[in-house]
């Protein structure tokens, strides 16, 4: 506290034109004239909260501005091994959430996740301090993405996982459900490479229920089923066994096995989901003339990711809406025509979507060579053990992942029926989370509900959620969302060589850069620029963080602010709360 001292004018002419201190502000502690208290508390970004495999990515592209790139990819191999993936075939709810959606589009974040997976550097973290009790085993069941998400969690932990694989190449629906034009096979043989090296041992060929059994799994500690869904629906109408007939996941995994796969001129696609999508360019890329897309709801219904069937129509691909098939026409037992029924939308059914009505007297017929029935799949769960409880086609599991089996835990799309990448690495990552507590003889309830995302490397973070409306845009401008190039459609559709080729680094910055950051600090000084006390200071990067709920790089001195709420009300990203005083009270 500096001396008390006295200021004495000799004349009028010394004082001051205003009222105002000549002396240091120092000497009275205002901070006692306050009732309201600032503080930083950050809070949840839109994005975060919609990420099913609980990345980070507010964090991860603040990182990415900052220039921070390795940190950055640290930061989401945390929660994902599988970025390149993700950042190729994810839908990215996480965009559909984005506030900057409403101010020149939304951030391309599964770019951005594909940017930082290329970037130079390990494709996996390496192993943590090793918690496993010694010689703790894991079995896993399938090598799709939740399998390898649950492994790759486990053997950070310093456990022995063996995964075992019913297909004879490692990968499960990535490997043979995804065409490698929007997933090349460098890539994910690059991710599965890296999580092998953690010490995961993937032995192919091995199906549970048929050379592999539930009793050849007892030297195991736990067993995680990630079966997926590989069977195709049918769309159960006359004809369907024609030849000619290919089911979508089956028709998908001959050609990403590269199997000969005739499909003649003419092709029928049934559905509107990726797997609709996916076989429809294929069959372009296999030299179909005419390719249709046939689903029974409107545009607006459509489930498949909208970037992917903007492609598909680049490429040729039609889709006719409202219309769905009632028979399936053969000779000699060969596909010859489709007939079909227009179709009008009535109230929601249980999925939230209008109810597609026939047309009284609008059926017509269609002439095609080949129809791909692509209407969603199904698991096979005729492996299961007695004492797994199965319900509405899906393994039952409560939060911890856990069957009602003891040691035998599910996951992925045989369990959840998400049916996307991130949702099955998140569920790997909650399986791995719950069996390492159950191997150490901890609390495995513990865990987020089903319907909560998890996290390993979780920030300190409020709940809240903040909205556009809270978004300070006076420090915004509309800028356009970057958008990534392609190879030309008349170019692509001779070879399954990737579409998409990404952002450059100079793209990449200027996207984060559009970010908003949303309740996260970002360091951007504004409320170190605005406090009219100058009771903002900056933190010492290498000194401890002050306590309480923040990892700011700020401090407020509580002995000067006065509570007036400048700050607060000048975040651009709402990143600083005002409490009352008494709530702080001793």
Known sequence: MPQSYTITFKSEAEMPDITMSLGTTLYNKTGTWRYMRPLYRDKTSPCNAACPAGEDIVDYLRMV????????????????????????????PCESE????????????????????????????????????????????????????????????????????????????LRVGIPSYRLPRDVLDAEIAAIQDLGVEIRT???????????DLRQFGAVFLAVGQHRSRKLNVPGEAADGVLPGL??????????????????????????????????LRLGARQVLVLYRRSRHEMPAID?????????????????????????????????????????????????????????????????????????????????????DGLIAIDRAAATSLPRVFAGGDAATGAGTVAYAIGSGKRAALAIDRYLRGLDTQDLPPLGEHVRV?????????????????????EEPRTLQPQRPAAERVRDFREVNQGFSEGEAMGEARRCFSCGTCNHCDTCWLYCPDVCVQRCDPASPRPPGPSRSAYEF????????????????????????????KR
């Open 557 to 584: 001195n509580y002995d000067y602010c006065k509570g007036c709420g400048v700050c607060a009300e000048e975040c651009p990203r709402e990143a600083i709360v005002m409490e009352e005083e008494l709530k702080w």
């Open 250 to 283: 089956d028709f998908l995994r001959r050609v990403n096995m590269q199997e000969r796969v005739a499909i003649g001129a003419r092709v029928a696609v049934v559905g509107g989901g990726n797997t609709a999508m996916d076989a429809a360019r294929c069959a």
């Open 205 to 215: 060929g091995m199906r549970l229920g048929d050379n592999l059994a539930f009793d």
């Open 65 to 92: 501005t900052h220039g921070d790139l390795d940190q950055a990819q640290q930061r989401i191999l945390a929660e994902n091994p599988l970025i390149g993936v993700c950042g190729r075939v994810c839908p990215h």
């Open 98 to 173: 984005c506030n900057r959606a409403k101010l020149g589009g939304a951030i391309a974040i599964h770019v951005m996740e594909r940017f930082v997976a290329g970037l130079p550097g390990r494709r996996v973290l390496p192993l943590a301090d090793k918690v496993a009790p010694p010689g703790a085993q894991v079995a896993v069941i399938g090598s799709g993405p939740s399998g390898l998400s649950c492994a790759y969690q486990l053997a950070r932990r310093g456990y022995r996982v063996t995964v075992f694989e019913g297909l004879p190449v490692a990968g499960g629906m």
């Open 307 to 391: 970037e992917e069937i903007e492609e598909a129509e680049h490429e040729g691909v039609k889709i006719e809406y409202l219309t769905a098939p009632v028979e399936i026409l053969a000779t000699a037992g060969k596909v010859t025509g489709l007939r079909c029924v227009r179709m009008n939308l009535s109230d929601p059914d249980a999925s939230g979507r209008r109810r597609p009505v026939p047309v009284q007297g609008s059926e017509y017929t269609l002439a095609v060579d080949t129809v791909i029935p692509a209407l969603g799949q199904e698991a096979d769960l005729a492996f299961l053990d007695a004492g797994i409880r199965a319900a």
């Open 457 to 477: 490397a979780a920030r300190d973070v409020d709940s809240e959620i903040v909205t556009f409306e809270q978004i300070n845009t006076a420090y915004f401008q």
